[in-house]
């Protein structure tokens, strides 16, 4: 199948700054769908001995997502997606090469609802996909304004045509944004914010359930930025039920001054979110 596929197809995409066997990496995955590095290999002849490292830099630049497992799968993000974030800098090459990866008669692949995302340009773009999707209700929760500011017009568009709830864990950082917020306890957000797994800690940058069957958590480990999207109706209805909860009337978080409770473990602070988690808030 590889030895069909257009030459010119990757020497273009050299031109667009990959090198020979990233093309040819990339390329061999738009046709195999989904594969493993070993897969990936034997189709397109990349050296087994480089070939992870080339996934690597592939998933880095957002050309590509992978779930981890053993083995590790990896799939393309759709060609005409990595040819539009690229087009600007090599104009001349886009159009050729963008028809020739719409030859490969791309579609994602249905076998799995859990993907990781490791570029900048992958987790905007994944967000900007659900938020296109969304028709009924959106649930976000927020702990950086930087999201909520990069998706501001779309987030007025949905909030005329769709259920709109956004939870924050510091109403001062949000006041520049024109939306009703919901603010989070103390305890909630000092949860949020100290998670910790082997060792690395991890903040909770945003969360979304789209229509309650789609989202996407962004979270970050030191320098290093990655989204989970999870598009398992059962897992997202569990997420779903959980800020419904909170969201009830007498779940929301009075104002004035109020005992803070106490806890040492996550058990502890999961219970209190459930009973004393949100406060709302229009800022005009």
């Given at each position: 199948m590889f030895s069909q596929?257009?030459?010119q197809l990757i020497s273009n995409l050299e031109k667009l700054g990959l090198t020979e066997n990233e093309a040819k990496a990339y390329v061999g995955?738009?046709?195999l769908r989904e594969a493993?590095?070993?897969e990936i290999h034997e189709l397109t002849t990349v050296p087994r001995a480089k070939i992870y490292e080339i996934l690597k830099v592939l998933a880095k630049k957002g050309y590509l997502e992978f779930r981890q497992g053993s083995p590790t799968y990896f799939r393309a993000v759709d060609p005409k997606q990595v040819i539009g974030k690229i087009k600007d800098e090599f104009l001349n090459c886009t159009t050729q090469t963008l028809d020739q990866l719409k030859e490969l008669s791309y579609e994602l692949p249905k076998t799995s609802p859990?993907?990781?995302?490791q570029s900048e340009w992958g987790i905007k773009n994944r967000i900007r996909e659900i938020l296109d999707g969304v028709r009924e209700e959106l649930i976000?929760?927020?702990s950086s304004p930087e999201f909520l500011q990069e998706f501001e017009a779309e987030l007025k568009n949905l909030e005329k045509t769709c259920r709109l709830i956004l939870i924050v864990d510091e109403l001062d950082k949000f006041r520049s944004l024109p939306f009703e917020f919901r603010e989070t306890t103390e305890e909630f957000k000092d949860f949020i914010n100290n998670i910790v797994?082997?060792?690395?800690q991890y903040n909770e940058e945003l969360f979304m359930i789209a229509d309650g069957k789609e989202s996407i958590g962004v979270h970050s480990a030191g320098n290093k930025r990655e989204a989970v999207v999870i598009r398992l109706p059962i897992v997202c209805y569990l997420q779903?039920?959980?800020y419904n909860r909170v969201l009830e009337p007498e779940f929301i978080k009075k104002t004035g001054s109020q005992?803070?409770?106490e806890f040492s473990t996550s058990s502890q602070a999961s219970e209190c979110l459930s009973k004393d988690s949100l406060k709302p808030e229009v800022f005009p």
């Open positions: 596929i257009n030459p995955l738009v046709c493993t590095a070993r859990v993907w990781c995302i976000i929760f927020s797994i082997d060792g690395a779903k039920m959980i005992p803070r409770p």
